[in-house]
């Protein structure tokens, strides 16, 4: 390979032009970027000074809000009774059915009577052998009482003749056997009466005797046939009826449920309230009645506080009448109400408006700086929450301008640029107000606790 190689003289001079030419052109090309870039640097603008953060602000206004207490109530009637029988048996009757209009005094059911008539019939029976009795010891007393007459007229002559034979015997004008013959008569017509007498006090104690049996076979007759009515039972007041869960032929006694019967002297709301607002019940409170969705069904008042706490749940039980019928209000139904304490005037704030450190709520407000509004953190007092918007209790006036949006971005005391929301007709915190807050409620606590 080396000896096909061909060897082609250079020029010295040549390279030295060619390297020459080269060197003139990069530095051209050099100048050239030089130049651009210098103009360019020479004409660009300084960096824009930094801008404020934007914010919105709302003035601050009170509002009329509720303050209330949400508990779970249960629907009674005031003329609701459980039917039970008084008496034992097996029911032969069924005469009206579940959930009819009764009149007070209809007959509902009837029990086999059988057993206590007949034992109604024995008193009677009874009763009348007793009666029959005592007018037999009646007609006796009577005769005897007759032949006591005739006994004390005979006793009265004896008594005559021993007077007369006594006086002719003291002047011998009778003889001995006279005079004791009439003594003897005297004697035994005083026994007789003595007899007779005693027969009569015994009479007399039998015919109290049976008087008193006569009394008591009348009582058993007519409590018999007290007992007897039992046997039909009746409807203690006008209502309707309600689940009839017994059956002809069942066995019932003085335990078991006939029926139940919802009565039309209007209903009432039994409320469970916590111990803790015991002391704020009081006849004449508003009580709002919701349904599913938290809308007012009907409106109250206490009527009723119990002076007595529930030892078992720690609860005062409180009253309302339910007067406005709705198909909601059912008896033995659950229903959340709204007890109103009393109506505040406080400002309030949104709540997303509101920072926390720990447990210290914070808000942020403009204020007027020496070179335009500047952001100022303000501590606050929050108190319950209306839908929201928090009341604020302390340390935040009226006319106030909150920051509600971007104080997340901001410190104390730097510049803001401010943006005013416009004034609402009817906040969220308004409506709120209707509702009330529910500090017995299930509403959410929005407040961190102490270990956040």
């Given at each position: 390979?080396?000896?096909d190689?061909k060897?082609i003289?250079?020029?010295?001079r040549?390279?030295?032009?060619?390297?020459?030419?080269v060197?003139?052109e990069?530095a051209?090309?050099?100048?050239?970027?030089?130049?651009?870039?210098?103009t360019?640097?020479?004409?660009?603008?300084?960096?824009p000074a930094?801008?404020?953060?934007?914010v919105?602000t709302?003035?601050?206004?009170?509002q009329?809000l509720a303050d209330?207490s949400?508990?779970?109530?249960?629907?009674?009637?005031?003329g609701?009774?459980?039917?039970?029988?008084e008496v034992?048996?097996?029911?032969?009757?069924?005469?009206?059915?579940?959930g009819a209009r009764?009149?007070?005094?209809?007959?509902?059911?009837?029990i086999?009577?059988?057993?206590q008539q007949?034992?109604?019939?024995q008193?009677?029976?009874?009763t009348a052998g007793?009666?029959?009795?005592?007018?037999?010891a009646?007609?006796n007393?009577?005769s005897?009482?007759a032949s006591?007459?005739?006994?004390?007229?005979?006793?009265?002559?004896?008594e005559?003749?021993?007077r007369?034979?006594a006086?002719?015997?003291s002047t011998?004008?009778?003889s001995r056997q006279?005079f004791?013959?009439v003594s003897?008569?005297?004697?035994q017509?005083r026994?007789q009466v003595e007899?007779i007498?005693?027969?009569?006090r015994?009479q007399?104690?039998a015919?109290?005797?049976?008087?008193?049996?006569?009394a008591?076979?009348r009582?058993?007759?007519?409590q018999?046939?007290?007992e007897?009515?039992?046997?039909?039972v009746k409807?203690?007041?006008?209502g309707r009826?309600a689940?009839i869960?017994?059956?002809?032929?069942?066995?019932?006694?003085?335990?078991?449920?006939l029926?139940?019967?919802?009565?039309?002297?209007g209903?009432?709301?039994?409320l469970p309230?916590p111990?803790k607002?015991?002391t704020?019940?009081?006849?004449?409170l508003?009580?709002?009645?919701?349904d599913d969705?938290?809308?007012?069904?009907t409106?109250?008042e206490i009527?009723f506080?119990?002076?007595?706490v529930?030892?078992?749940t720690?609860t005062?039980?409180?009253?309302c009448?339910l007067?406005?019928?709705?198909a909601?209000l059912?008896?033995?139904?659950?229903?959340?109400a709204?007890?109103?304490?009393?109506?505040?005037?406080?400002?309030?704030?949104?709540?997303?408006?509101?920072?926390?450190?720990?447990?210290q709520?914070?808000?942020?407000?403009?204020?007027d700086?020496?070179n335009g509004?500047?952001?100022?953190?303000?501590?606050?007092d929050?108190?319950d929450?209306?839908g929201?918007h928090?009341?604020v209790?302390?340390?935040?006036n009226e006319g106030?301008?909150?920051?509600?949006?971007g104080?997340h971005?901001l410190?104390?005391?730097?510049?803001?640029g401010?943006?005013e929301?416009a004034?609402?007709t009817g906040?969220?915190a308004?409506?709120?107000a209707?509702?009330?807050?529910?500090?017995?409620?299930?509403q959410?606590?929005n407040?961190?606790?102490s270990?956040?």
């Amino acid at each position: 390979m080396v000896r096909d190689m061909k060897v082609i003289p250079v020029d010295m001079r040549t390279l030295v032009h060619a390297a020459a030419a080269v060197s003139m052109e990069v530095a051209a090309v050099a100048a050239i970027v030089a130049i651009v870039f210098g103009t360019a640097a020479c004409t660009q603008a300084p960096p824009p000074a930094r801008q404020p953060p934007q914010v919105m602000t709302q003035a601050v206004k009170k509002q009329s809000l509720a303050d209330t207490s949400e508990v779970v109530g249960v629907v009674r009637s005031r003329g609701s009774v459980d039917i039970r029988p008084e008496v034992s048996g097996y029911l032969t009757s069924i005469a009206v059915k579940a959930g009819a209009r009764v009149a007070a005094g209809q007959e509902i059911m009837q029990i086999d009577p059988a057993r206590q008539q007949a034992s109604v019939r024995q008193a009677e029976a009874a009763t009348a052998g007793a009666a029959a009795e005592l007018a037999r010891a009646q007609a006796n007393l009577a005769s005897l009482e007759a032949s006591r007459e005739q006994r004390r007229a005979e006793l009265q002559f004896a008594e005559r003749q021993s007077r007369r034979i006594a006086e002719l015997y003291s002047t011998n004008n009778a003889s001995r056997q006279a005079f004791d013959q009439v003594s003897s008569e005297l004697r035994q017509a005083r026994a007789q009466v003595e007899s007779i007498q005693a027969q009569i006090r015994a009479q007399q104690a039998a015919i109290r005797g049976l008087r008193s049996q006569v009394a008591q076979s009348r009582s058993r007759v007519v409590q018999g046939q007290v007992e007897l009515d039992y046997y039909s039972v009746k409807a203690p007041i006008d209502g309707r009826l309600a689940d009839i869960p017994v059956r002809i032929g069942d066995r019932v006694g003085p335990s078991t449920l006939l029926t139940s019967l919802v009565g039309d002297e209007g209903l009432e709301l039994y409320l469970p309230v916590p111990i803790k607002r015991a002391t704020d019940l009081k006849p004449g409170l508003r009580v709002e009645l919701l349904d599913d969705g938290g809308n007012v069904i009907t409106t109250s008042e206490i009527d009723f506080v119990s002076p007595r706490v529930d030892s078992s749940t720690q609860t005062v039980l409180a009253k309302c009448p339910l007067d406005a019928p709705s198909a909601d209000l059912v008896v033995g139904r659950f229903m959340q109400a709204r007890i109103v304490w009393r109506q505040l005037s406080l400002p309030t704030v949104p709540v997303l408006a509101v920072l926390w450190i720990n447990t210290q709520a914070f808000v942020f407000v403009a204020e007027d700086g020496e070179n335009g509004p500047i952001a100022r953190q303000r501590p606050v007092d929050i108190g319950d929450i209306y839908g929201q918007h928090y009341a604020v209790l302390s340390n935040l006036n009226e006319g106030e301008r909150l920051i509600v949006e971007g104080a997340h971005l901001l410190r104390d005391g730097i510049p803001i640029g401010v943006t005013e929301r416009a004034a609402e007709t009817g906040t969220e915190a308004a409506a709120a107000a209707e509702t009330g807050s529910g500090d017995d409620s299930a509403q959410p606590d929005n407040k961190p606790s102490s270990e956040e």
